[in-house]
C-alpha cells in the first residue's frame, strides 16, 4: 500500500463544527509491528468526536493538526504488522482506531491488534461499526460500575437510563434487560414507542414534568441511574434514589465530580460515581457474541457516505440522533 492515496475527511483547528470538515486526499498509513491496517466498511460518530473538535479535551486531543476525526470502524484486514498474531489479511474485524495516528473518516484505518475483534458473518459492517465506544460504554456501566450481573441471576434492581434512545443510551436498555432489572428510561416524545421495543418497563417523555422529575410512574426508587446525558442536576436524581443508589455519570463534568468528592466527604450513601471508558477486546468479543445470537442490535439512526461526512456530523452535533449514526466509503 505504500504511496498509494486514499480519502479522508480531516479538520485544521479548534471549533467550525460540519464547516470546518474538508475533503484530502493522503496516503495510506502502514501498520506498526502490532497494528492493523484495515480497509473501511462502515464507520460511526459519537458524541466526543465533535467535542474534541470543539476544544474539550485540549491539549490531549486533538494531538496535532490536521486530524481525522473519529474512531470506531468495521471492515476488512488488508494488512498486518510483522508481530501480529490474531489477524491475517481478509479477515472482517470492528476495532477502535488511534486518533492520533489515523481516525476513522478514512478508507483505510490503522488500530492495534488488542483493540481489534473479528466480526462474524451475522454482524454487519453498519452494526458492527457501531458497538465498540457506545455498546462497551453501556456494558462497563452496567456490569463494572453498577454490578449488575447479565444472565439474570442478580437479585431485582430498579434502574434509571436517561438519553435511552441515544447511541450509548440503546445498549444499555438492551443489555440491562438481559439482568433482573426493572428499567424506567427517558426519552423524546417521538421515541417512546422505540425504548420501550428495547425492554425497557417504564419510559418518560424528558420534557414533561414528570419526566423533568425522573420520578418512575409505578413509584420505585433507583438502585442505579445510567446517566447517558448531560445537563441533570444532581438535586434531581438524589429523591429517586433508593437508601444506597448511585448514578453512574458517562459524561462526567467539573460539577460533577465536585458532587462526587462532596458525598465522599461526607460519606453518604447516595452516591455519584463517574466513569471512563476502559477499552479492551475481551469485552467487546463478549458482546458480539450477545449481537450474533441476536440478543442485542444496533439501531441505526441514519447512514452517509464518507463524501457527506458532513451531514453526519451536524447530526451528531444535534444531539438527536436514535441510536447509531453511520458513515460508509
Same mark, same amino acid.
Given at each position: 500500500?505504500?504511496?498509494?492515496?486514499?480519502?479522508?475527511?480531516?479538520?485544521?483547528?479548534?471549533?467550525?463544527?460540519?464547516?470546518?470538515?474538508?475533503?484530502?486526499? !493522503?496516503?495510506?498509513?502502514?501498520?506498526?509491528?502490532?497494528?492493523?491496517?484495515?480497509?473501511?466498511?462502515?464507520?460511526?460518530?459519537?458524541?466526543?468526536?465533535?467535542?474534541?473538535?470543539?476544544? !474539550?479535551?485540549?491539549? %490531549?486531543?486533538?494531538?496535532? %493538526?490536521?486530524?481525522?476525526?473519529?474512531?470506531?470502524?468495521?471492515?476488512?484486514?488488508?494488512?498486518?504488522?510483522?508481530?501480529?498474531?490474531?489477524?491475517?489479511?481478509?479477515?472482517?474485524?470492528?476495532?477502535?482506531?488511534?486518533?492520533?495516528? *489515523?481516525?476513522?473518516?478514512?478508507?483505510?484505518?490503522?488500530?492495534?491488534?488488542?483493540?481489534?475483534?473479528?466480526?462474524?458473518?451475522?454482524? /454487519?459492517?453498519?452494526?458492527?461499526?457501531?458497538? %465498540?465506544?457506545?455498546?462497551?460504554?453501556?456494558?462497563?456501566?452496567?456490569?463494572?460500575?453498577?454490578?449488575?450481573?447479565?444472565?439474570?441471576?442478580?437479585?431485582?434492581?430498579?434502574?434509571?437510563?436517561?438519553?435511552? *434512545?441515544?447511541? !450509548?443510551?440503546? #445498549?444499555?436498555?438492551?443489555?440491562?434487560?438481559?439482568?433482573?432489572?426493572?428499567?424506567?428510561?427517558?426519552?423524546?416524545?417521538?421515541?417512546?414507542? %422505540?425504548?420501550?421495543?428495547?425492554?425497557?418497563?417504564?419510559?418518560?417523555?424528558?420534557?414533561?414534568?414528570?419526566?423533568?422529575?425522573?420520578? *418512575?410512574?409505578?413509584?420505585?426508587? #433507583?438502585?442505579?441511574?445510567?446517566?447517558?446525558?448531560?445537563?441533570?442536576?444532581?438535586?434531581?436524581?438524589?429523591?429517586?434514589?433508593?437508601?444506597?443508589?448511585?448514578?453512574?455519570?458517562?459524561?462526567? /463534568?467539573?460539577?460533577?465530580?465536585?458532587?462526587?468528592?462532596?458525598?465522599?466527604?461526607?460519606?453518604?450513601?447516595?452516591?455519584? !460515581?463517574?466513569?471512563?471508558?476502559?477499552?479492551?477486546?475481551?469485552?467487546?468479543? #463478549?458482546?458480539?457474541?450477545?449481537?450474533?445470537?441476536?440478543?442485542?442490535?444496533?439501531?441505526?439512526?441514519?447512514?452517509?457516505?464518507?463524501?457527506?461526512?458532513?451531514?453526519?456530523?451536524?447530526?451528531?452535533?444535534?444531539?438527536?440522533?436514535?441510536?447509531?449514526?453511520?458513515?460508509?466509503?
Amino acid at each position: 500500500m505504500a504511496g498509494k492515496l486514499m480519502h479522508a475527511v480531516q479538520y485544521s483547528g479548534y471549533g467550525g463544527g460540519a464547516q470546518a470538515l474538508k475533503h484530502v486526499k !493522503v496516503p495510506v498509513p502502514e501498520p506498526k509491528v502490532d497494528e492493523v491496517l484495515i480497509k473501511v466498511e462502515a464507520a460511526t460518530l459519537n458524541p466526543v468526536d465533535w467535542k474534541i473538535q470543539k476544544g !474539550v479535551l485540549r491539549p %490531549f486531543l486533538p494531538r496535532n %493538526f490536521p486530524t481525522i476525526p473519529g474512531t470506531d470502524i468495521a471492515g476488512e484486514v488488508v494488512q498486518v504488522g510483522s508481530h501480529v498474531n490474531k489477524f491475517k489479511v481478509g479477515d472482517k474485524v470492528v476495532a477502535a482506531v488511534m486518533v492520533a495516528n *489515523s481516525g476513522a473518516l478514512t478508507e483505510y484505518a490503522i488500530a492495534k491488534e488488542s483493540l481489534t475483534v473479528a466480526r462474524p458473518p451475522e454482524v /454487519s459492517a453498519p452494526s458492527g461499526a457501531g458497538l %465498540f465506544s457506545s455498546s462497551l460504554t453501556a456494558y462497563q456501566a452496567l456490569t463494572k460500575s453498577a454490578n449488575i450481573k447479565l444472565d439474570g441471576t442478580d437479585e431485582k434492581k430498579n434502574i434509571l437510563v436517561t438519553a435511552a *434512545s441515544g447511541g !450509548v443510551g440503546h #445498549y444499555v436498555v438492551q443489555l440491562a434487560k438481559l439482568g433482573n432489572t426493572h428499567i424506567t428510561a427517558t426519552c423524546g416524545a417521538r421515541n417512546l414507542d %422505540f425504548v420501550k421495543s428495547l425492554g425497557a418497563d417504564e419510559v418518560l417523555d424528558y420534557k414533561t414534568p414528570e419526566g423533568a422529575a425522573l420520578t *418512575s410512574p409505578s413509584g420505585k426508587k #433507583y438502585d442505579f441511574v445510567i446517566h447517558c446525558t448531560s445537563g441533570i442536576k444532581w438535586e434531581s436524581f438524589e429523591p429517586n434514589l433508593s437508601e444506597t443508589g448511585k448514578v453512574i455519570d458517562l459524561t462526567p /463534568s467539573l460539577s460533577g465530580m465536585l458532587t462526587f468528592a462532596i458525598n465522599k466527604l461526607t460519606f453518604s450513601k447516595k452516591q455519584l !460515581v463517574p466513569m471512563i471508558l476502559s477499552p479492551n477486546a475481551e469485552d467487546i468479543e #463478549y458482546i458480539m457474541d450477545l449481537v450474533k445470537e441476536g440478543k442485542v442490535k444496533t439501531m441505526i439512526d441514519s447512514k452517509h457516505s464518507l463524501s457527506k461526512a458532513e451531514e453526519a456530523w451536524d447530526r451528531i452535533i444535534s444531539g438527536h440522533a436514535t441510536g447509531k449514526i453511520i458513515i460508509v466509503p
